[in-house]
């Protein structure tokens, strides 16, 4: 499934209603220190479900929303929507019945995250394996953090399975044999 688009409102340094076209092919991100270069791979990360605020470089989840800057205050909720590219049709039956798919993750101050598929709201388990399925996600060896290959070098070998897992696309049933074993 290709990202068609990117549209952030609130989402840290992104203040006012952003939206970011992904063209085929290769897409660079350039700007001068502090521009926000990595607030957007966070927001990509953030919409697929990511649930660690230290892995957005906060401190609580609510941090996430703009705090201010210049003469603009802060916001009180942010909002960050990734359309994908469903027309193969790969998408998990629940969501897949049409060409665009739109996930969209909402936090308020205090209130917690909501997240919705083409408007309806769904729990964050349903985005999370909707990206497993595709073979990304928030926790997904396609989005590629400083370090993270040194990491991948001194794995053990059962976290470098689950990296291979991922990279062949079953880290969602994989996800979903553990949750039936749960049950
Ligand atoms: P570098 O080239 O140094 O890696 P970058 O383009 O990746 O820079 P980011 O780290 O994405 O920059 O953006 C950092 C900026 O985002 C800082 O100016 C910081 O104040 C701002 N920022 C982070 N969180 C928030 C927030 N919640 N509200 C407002 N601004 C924020
Ligand atoms: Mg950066």
């Not at 969209?104 to 309806?120: A, F, H, L």
């Not at 040194?150 to 059962?158: H, L, V, Y």
């Amino acid at each position: 499934m290709k990202f068609e688009r990117l549209r952030l409102l609130g989402f840290k340094s992104f203040c006012e209603s952003t939206d970011f076209l992904i063209h085929s092919g290769l897409t660079g991100v350039v700007g001068p220190n502090g521009c926000g270069k990595s607030n957007l791979i966070e927001a990509l990360r953030w919409v697929m479900g990511e649930n660690s605020y230290k892995n957005m470089r906060a401190s609580a989840m609510d941090d996430v929303i703009f705090s201010g800057g210049g003469s603009r205050p802060a916001r009180n909720f942010a909002e960050v929507g990734l359309v994908l590219d469903n027309t193969a049709r790969l998408a998990p039956a629940a969501f897949n019945d049409a060409d665009l798919i739109e996930v969209t993750r909402r936090i308020e101050r205090e209130q917690g995250s909501t997240y919705r598929v083409n408007g309806k709201e769904v729990r964050a388990r349903d985005v999370q394996l909707l990206f497993a399925d595709a073979a990304t996600g928030a926790r997904s060896p396609s989005l590629v953090r400083q370090g993270q290959i040194g990491e991948i070098i001194s794995a053990k070998p059962q976290a470098r399975r689950r990296i291979l897992e991922d990279a062949a696309g079953v880290a969602g049933l994989h996800s979903r044999r553990h949750e039936a074993e749960l049950r």
